[in-house]
């Protein structure tokens, strides 16, 4: 399966948005907007601007309806949550994320602690949404918080896409940069696609108001 995500040029994201130039460039120096979204390609006028479509417009959006009751520095860090010093006690904030209190304590349980960061609580929540999306076991949510315990170690931003699929009557997955192309073989169903990047926003409005644990 080809999975690279439909871009949008420069000039066609100005039109579409209604934004300038100048705000467009202003925002990426604020850091509202990722670099590597901007993405140079061959066209038949030189090199061009693109960007990923969907996820471009759906930020200038954000930013659009938000930039009114929220500082520059306050809209930079809903875009941008990472911070290795935020750490939550998982049980105080299950109410707030949404995320039921089963899969709370499986996963104190399996990865020994109480205490998470943003990153390890984003693919915890993550399996709330699995759930009921898709026919999740027991034993299919201990291999994915395993999983998650395995990716978070080395997980220094959010701009990636997880990718489920079944092989035979296993549930696998993929976690990959949000501009890689991905292919399975034929012996593998496709099953669904999550965008972290959109997830760790929506995680983060939820987590603003929340004390640090």
């Known amino acids: ?7 949008i040029s420069k000039k066609d994201l100005l039109m579409e948005t209604g934004i300038s130039y100048g705000q467009l460039y202003r925002w990426k120096r604020q850091g ?3 670099d590597d979204w901007f993405m140079k390609q061959s066209s038949f006028t030189g090199q061009e601007t693109f960007f990923p479509r969907r996820r471009m417009i759906e930020r200038i959006r954000t930013i659009l309806a938000k930039k009114d009751t929220h500082s520059l520095d306050g809209l ?3 875009f941008s949550p990472i911070s290795a010093n935020r750490i939550y006690l998982l049980l105080d904030i299950i ?3 949404d995320v039921k209190p089963d899969i709370a304590n499986l996963s104190i349980q399996l990865w020994g602690k109480h205490r ?5 609580i984003l693919l915890i929540e993550l399996l709330d949404k699995m759930k009921q999306d898709i026919v999740f ?3 299919d949510s201990k291999e994915w ?4 315990k395995q990716w978070a170690q080395n997980l220094t931003g959010t701009d990636m896409q997880v990718v489920i699929y079944r092989r035979g009557s296993v549930l696998q997955y993929i976690m990959m940069d949000n501009n890689s192309k991905y292919y399975l073989d034929h012996y593998c ?3 669904q696609k999550y965008d972290l990047s959109e997830r760790s926003k929506d995680l983060s409005e939820k987590l603003q108001n929340v004390m640090e644990g």
């Open 1 to 7: 399966m080809d999975n690279q995500e439909d871009l």
């Open 32 to 34: 509202l907007i990722p």
């Open 76 to 78: 930079a860090e809903l």
């Open 95 to 97: 109410e707030v994320i």
């Open 116 to 120: 998470f960061t943003f990153q390890e």
């Open 137 to 139: 076991t027991e034993e």
């Open 145 to 148: 918080l395993m999983t998650a």
């Open 189 to 191: 169903q496709f099953i």
